[in-house]
């Protein structure tokens, strides 16, 4: 009887044991469950692929997901043949990832790294994914318009206030928000047809071009990534930034090549930074 005893309890320690050495090894993450300064919730699967879609990825990327997760965007990523970093606070999302991406046999073109977003350097990438919150965008906004023109940013459901998206997708009722970080080109610059006077706002701007001594409005300022196009009289124009030199074309009334120097007295400092 004691013997019987005597295994009963050591076979009732051991059971109730198990669950947890099981759940030790099988870390799984919980949706809702909190994160650093977002809970976590995974992006759908179908989501994922518009969203690396409406960037348009191509093997040349560097695709940085702030606030990893389970790590799908940055393993859908690579398994694009696309090298991939993932940023979470979370280590034990940070193992489970990392897993999973050996699993999914694209450990070689991915990374997951423990680290909170705020204080991470991601400038080396050319596409940046994230399911955060409309604060942490907003908070991010300044740093992530000082990447390099033509950097893609691609939000699931948070927008970025007043910088309208450059286009959007969707799949099964949720949205995505793609936005191409613009050159900066505020400022008053030196032009072969006359002086330039550029009101940036995003990937808008407004402004004069001296045409005949003149300053004409210009008119559909638009810029994207390192391209800039607008209308002024009746002519339109284009350009590619590089720094604070312009070269274009234009046509219409005029045609031709021109290019602009920015006023070395008057440095790029567009308000929408601050
Ligand atoms: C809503 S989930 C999105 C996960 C993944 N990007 C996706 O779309 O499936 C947000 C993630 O950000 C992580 N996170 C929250 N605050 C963070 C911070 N300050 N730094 C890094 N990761 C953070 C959370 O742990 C969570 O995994």
Known sequence: ???ATFTTVLLAATLLALPTITAAAE???????QGKDVIWLPTP????TK??????????DVIIDLGSGDGRTVIAAG??????????YNPE????ASRAAQKEGVADKVKFVKADLFETDFSEATVITMY????????????????????????HAFDMNDWKADDTTTFDGRHAYLWIVPAQTEGRWRSTLGELVIKQNFQFFEGTLQVGGKPVEITNGRINGDRLSFTAGLSQYSG????????????????????ATLHSDNPVSSPQNH
């Open 1 to 3: 009887m004691k013997i």
């Open 27 to 33: 870390y799984q993450p919980q949706p809702f469950q």
């Open 45 to 48: 699967d179908g989501l994922v």
């Open 51 to 60: 969203m690396l879609d409406l960037a348009k990825v191509t093997t040349r």
């Open 79 to 88: 398994k694009r043949g696309i090298r991939a970093l993932g940023i979470e």
């Open 93 to 96: 999302m940070v193992e489970f």
């Open 132 to 155: 955060l919150l409309s604060s942490l965008n907003l908070k991010l906004r300044p740093k992530i318009l000082g990447l390099k023109a033509g950097t893609r940013i691609v939000s």
């Open 240 to 259: 590619r930034v590089s720094g604070n030199r312009i070269e274009g074309a234009v046509s219409g009334a005029a045609s031709g090549t021109w290019s």
